[in-house]
């Protein structure tokens, strides 16, 4: 900012109006306040197409993209300062104008198993029912356990407790972080390793968004910036830009950084466990776009890319 510009005093924050989406609004407006005394933050709730759309079958088309694209039009036309995203739902390029400023430090990136009944996945009973709509999750889980029977479970977190508690499922299967962020750490019976469930790209983390011509705004975000989570995340969305991954495939990775090293894992599977292809490489920090593109390439040459290409062509197209 330059001396002669007024700082800022008021911040619009565009948030989704779900539970999860408005504790990370609400805890990002409590970073800012906290950071800048002078500063007032007032969210903008929106509802998205992908919210409208959450418990039909229809959450499917236009996969993650429209959970951000309402949030993305009130940015551009200036109805709000500032997005607040979970990493994971971010597509991997911006619309014109807009970037990613700020990647807030990470909460645990891992996939929680949850079940009124059952301590954890070696505990259940052959041929029980787990919920997730993940196909990640669904390899990952099948490739443990061949026995169980995956079906889909769609919906917020409150919505997914709510139908494991109906006694639909035995156990489901949902994000560490976000059971954790509404204060639903007492229903996690187990967290599952990340080599048994490697995450989503960015599970875990809040990415905030904003006009690329803001410079003032980038200033403001500054102390909320998390530089080690950002070089994991930047790895792991290298890794899903170069897959050309979307919400609906079974694609998996995480970058953890020993040092200055990081160390990327990915993972793409047949959703039924038949085919499971794993790679990981390190790289200095300073390399992690290069360490995704690399780690990609490792699974492209092992036949990732025929794997996604079968599951993209039974979608139903993009209107
Ligand atoms: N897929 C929806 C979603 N997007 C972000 C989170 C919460 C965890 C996070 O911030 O990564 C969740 C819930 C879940 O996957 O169980």
Redesign the pocket.
């Known amino acids: 900012m330059s001396l002669s510009e007024e700082p800022i005093t008021e911040l619009r924050i565009a948030t989704r109006k779900s539970a999860?989406a408005l504790w990370q609004a609400e805890f990002v407006k409590a970073k800012l306040e906290a950071a800048h005394p002078q500063l007032t933050v007032t969210l903008v709730p929106m509802v998205s197409r992908g919210d409208q759309l959450l418990d039909s079958p229809l959450a499917k088309i236009g996969g993650k993209g429209l959970f951000v694209k309402e949030l993305q039009s009130a940015l551009i036309s200036k109805e709000a300062d500032i997005a607040v995203h979970?990493m994971?739902?971010v597509p991997m390029a911006f619309p014109e104008g807009l970037g990613l400023y700020c990647v807030c430090e990470r909460?645990d990136p891992s996939d929680a198993f949850v079940s009124n009944t059952y301590a954890n996945l070696n505990e259940l009973p052959e041929g029980s029912i787990v919920g997730t709509s993940s196909l990640r999750r669904q390899a990952q889980i099948l490739a443990q356990r061949p026995d169980l029977v995956v079906n889909f479970l769609r919906g917020n977190?409150n919505t997914r407790l709510a139908k494991l508690d109906d006694g639909q499922y035995d156990a489901i299967i949902?994000?560490t972080?976000?059971l954790l962020r509404l204060g639903f750490e007492e229903r996690i019976r187990s967290r599952l390793d990340v080599s048994i469930s490697l995450p989503s790209g960015?599970?875990?983390?809040?990415g905030i968004e904003c006009r690329s011509d803001d410079t003032a705004i980038h200033e403001l975000l500054k102390p909320l910036h998390h530089p080690n989570t950002a070089a994991r995340v930047i790895a792991e969305r290298a890794l899903n830009r170069h897959l050309n991954g979307g919400c609906q495939v079974p694609i998996a990775c995480y970058a953890e950084l020993e040092g200055d090293e990081l160390w990327l894992r990915g993972f793409v599977g047949q959703p039924d466990a038949s085919t499971l292809l794993f790679a990981d490489k390190r790289a200095h920090r300073d390399e992690a776009e290069a360490l995704g593109i690399a780690v990609a390439e490792d699974l492209l040459a092992q036949g990732a890319g025929e794997i996604l290409a079968a599951l993209y062509e039974e979608e139903t197209p993009v209107q």
């Open positions: 999860l979970s994971k739902d909460e977190v949902l994000a972080a976000g960015g599970q875990g983390a809040v």
